[in-house]
Nanobody, 118 residues
Framework: QVQLVESGGGLVQAGGSLRLSCAAS????????MGWYRQAPGKQRELVAR???????NYADSVKGRFTISRDNAKKTVYLQMNNLKPEDTAVYYC????????????WGQGTQVTVSS
């Protein structure tokens, strides 16, 4: 079991920055993949960025060059640094953890609201 708690969301003007944090209830060293997803009103949840246990990352095309995901295994925390925010980044952002141990285990946080005003 892994419990995930997001923080750092809020209201920001276009062009501004926010850093989201996702704190895990246990060590994330062995978690294969941690990521950030978002869901805007009336839209499906989509991948924003993810980072593997080996440090490999990938990003949605819409955030490349603006967002950076990182993981600090010692602090059991994953971060999403969001720069040059746009109104279309407005959504609830969810932290995700996935690992394989006989079968896939997937966990979600409760979400944090990010609102970007124009």
């Amino acid at each position: 079991q892994v419990q995930l708690v997001e923080s750092g969301g809020g209201l920001v003007q276009a062009g501004g920055s926010l850093r989201l944090s996702c704190a895990a209830s246990r060590s994330i060293f062995s978690i294969d993949e941690m990521g950030w997803y978002r869901q805007a009103p009336g839209k499906q949840r989509e991948l924003v960025a993810r980072v593997t246990s080996g440090g490999s990352t990938n990003y949605a095309d819409s955030v490349k060059g603006r967002f950076t995901i990182s993981r600090d295994n010692a602090k059991k925390t994953v971060y999403l640094q969001m720069n040059n925010l746009k109104p279309e980044d407005t959504a609830v952002y969810y932290c995700n953890a996935m690992y394989y141990s006989g079968n896939y285990h997937v966990y979600w946080g409760q979400g944090t609201q990010v609102t970007v005003s124009s």
